[in-house]
């Protein structure tokens, strides 16, 4: 009986990645995926020999362990993935993963040519297993310094025919010991957030709700040099989960939002020097100073999504690395 992967939980698509064959018993397509002129993605089949998609497979079988021995953990844009987890996602939220995972379900894929245009913009590789129940696996390799087709990265030498020739860049193509994405049972498993969230379009995203909330927490607020601020906040990954977490307090708890006033803001840096943030000009017109220094950089966003606590029984203010509302009696 064939199951839609819709219908299936992140638990329940583990039990199918563990339910799956050797993957070297499987049939595979190897491919590699490029953005088309159309704004959509096009996916090319490599030709493999028989030891290379042992290879390939062995590859997966990596992975596949990998993601069977973590703890999961959904995703969520100001999360973090501890060492030891897994953090998993449904494929259709994740609308450039599900149309590059049609274009590999139907099989009709063009064969490379490392001589066309397109191979200059490859943007991963993909792996995919199929069974004889029609269960599939996906693993993906998003593209980097090895996963290139026209670019010499150093002069190399290969031995052919008894002499050594020149080895074009096409004629290598360079693995890691795992895939990055694991795409089963309608669920996308991932240990690099940053790296899934670039190849996928959720750092667009994360951009597009990072600015918006940043103009909404600021609104009332001076900052000298809140254009650089800006710019950190809307660009630099962990920044961005910083304004994830802002957004999520803003939307969860009035009170929050209430209480990122110029004046209490002022107040409590005043009253806690340690926490490194500089004020200048005097009276009402008194603002925040943005420094871009590495030591410095995160205070004011930290100080806005509220990382500061005292504790009741020593009265001694700490930095939250992660923060749990007690439910009120």
């Keep these: 009986m064939t199951v839609d992967p819709r219908s299936l939980t992140a638990e329940e698509a583990i039990g199918?990645?563990?339910?799956?064959?050797?993957?070297?018993?499987?049939?595979?397509?190897?491919?590699?995926?490029?953005?088309?002129?159309?704004?959509?993605?096009?996916?090319?089949?490599?030709?493999?020999?028989?030891?290379?998609?042992?290879?390939?497979?062995?590859?997966?079988?990596?992975?596949?362990?990998?993601?069977?021995?973590?703890?999961?953990?959904?995703?969520?844009?100001?999360?973090?993935?501890?060492?030891?987890?897994?953090?998993?996602?449904?494929?259709?939220?994740?609308?450039?993963?599900?149309?590059?995972q049609a274009v590999l379900n139907t099989g009709d894929i063009d064969d490379f040519d490392a001589k066309a245009g397109y191979a200059k913009d490859v943007t991963m590789a993909a792996a995919r297993f199929s069974a004889a129940d029609g269960i599939a696996?996906?693993?993906?390799?998003?593209?980097?310094?090895?996963?290139q087709f026209t670019k010499n990265k150093v002069f190399s030498l290969v031995r052919r025919g008894g002499q050594y020739d020149r080895l074009q860049p096409a004629d290598v193509l360079l693995m890691r010991s795992?895939?990055?994405?694991?795409?089963?049972?309608?669920?996308?498993?991932?240990?690099?957030?940053?790296?899934?969230?670039?190849?996928f379009g959720f750092l667009d995203e994360l951009r597009k709700t990072s600015a918006a909330t940043f103009d909404r927490v600021t609104s009332g607020l001076r900052i000298t040099g809140i254009d650089e601020l800006r710019a950190a906040c809307t660009t630099q990954p962990q920044m961005m989960a910083k304004m994830a977490s802002i957004s999520r307090s803003m939307n969860e708890d009035p009170d929050y939002a209430r209480a990122m006033t110029m004046s209490k803001l002022l107040e409590y840096i005043e009253s806690n020097p340690a926490l490194n943030i500089?004020?200048?000009?005097?009276?009402?017109?008194?603002?925040?100073?943005?420094?871009?220094?590495?030591?410095?950089?995160?205070?004011?966003?930290?100080?806005?999504?509220?990382?500061?606590?005292?504790?009741?029984?020593?009265?001694?203010?700490?930095?939250?690395?992660?923060?749990?509302?007690?439910t009120r009696p």
């Design 16 to 100: 199918m990645l563990h339910k799956m064959p050797a993957l070297a018993t499987l049939g595979i397509t190897f491919a590699v995926v490029a953005p088309d002129p159309v704004g959509g993605h096009r996916a090319y089949s490599l030709n493999l020999s028989r030891t290379a998609a042992d290879g390939v497979a062995e590859l997966g079988e990596n992975t596949r362990v990998r993601v069977q021995r973590s703890t999961l953990m959904t995703y969520g844009p100001a999360v973090l993935i501890p060492p030891s987890h897994c953090m998993h996602v449904p494929e259709q939220t994740a609308a450039t993963l599900a149309a590059i």
């Design 137 to 147: 696996i996906t693993f993906y390799r998003v593209a980097d310094t090895l996963l």
């Design 178 to 199: 795992e895939f990055d994405v694991v795409v089963v049972g309608g669920h996308a498993f991932f240990f690099l957030k940053p790296t899934f969230e670039r190849a």
């Design 278 to 326: 500089r004020i200048e000009g005097t009276g009402k017109n008194r603002s925040l100073v943005f420094d871009p220094a590495p030591a410095t950089r995160f205070q004011i966003v930290k100080l806005l999504d509220d990382d500061y606590l005292r504790s009741v029984l020593t009265q001694r203010d700490y930095e939250a690395g992660s923060k749990v509302r007690a």
